[in-house]
């Protein structure tokens, strides 16, 4: 029951990211969500997380904060599991699913989602931390997603 729920909970986020991310033609205000909504969408991922996120950390992980606390960088973690995006015990992402995920988003961009999710997957050698990897590999691709015009969705807090 979980765990489909969990399924159910992700699909509503993509969704809502894919529409987000599709909305170029609309008003900047119409594709932007509040940091309370897309909290509220990503809460529900949490309650399979040990330790619990506190909603500071849930916080701090929708808004991409390049120094955030280890907590925040363990739910990003606990997320990514859940999304079969980095496996149990792994140091790199699943580049495949990870730019699967990538194209469902951004469907134009196919050649530089695979660039990216490869080079990104290489900026974490030498780290042992498992959360410390994520964040890491999380925060290269949303920079080079950037530096290649990619449409990310904008959180106002």
């Not at 509503?12 to 900047?28: F, G, H, I, Y």
């Not at 999710?117 to 964040?135: F, P, R, S, Y």
């Amino acid at each position: 029951m979980m765990m489909m729920l969990q399924r159910t909970c992700l699909t509503m986020l993509l969704l809502t990211l894919l529409a987000l991310a599709q909305a170029d033609d609309q008003k900047e205000e119409d594709t932007t969500m509040s940091l309370s909504e897309v909290v509220e969408m990503v809460e529900p991922f949490g309650n399979g997380c040990e330790p619990k996120p506190e909603r500071s950390h849930i916080e701090e992980m929708v808004l991409n904060r390049e120094e955030a606390s280890h907590e925040s960088k363990c739910f990003r973690r606990c997320m990514l599991k859940q999304f079969e995006i980095m496996g149990e015990g792994q140091m790199q992402f699943d580049e495949t699913k990870t730019v699967d995920m990538m194209n469902m988003m951004f469907p134009e961009k196919e050649a530089d989602s695979k660039t990216i999710a490869a080079k990104c997957n290489q900026i974490a050698n030498g780290i042992t931390d498992e959360c410390e990897v994520c964040h890491a590999i999380s925060m290269c691709m949303l920079r080079e997603m950037r530096a290649a015009s990619y449409k990310i969705p904008e959180v106002k807090e």
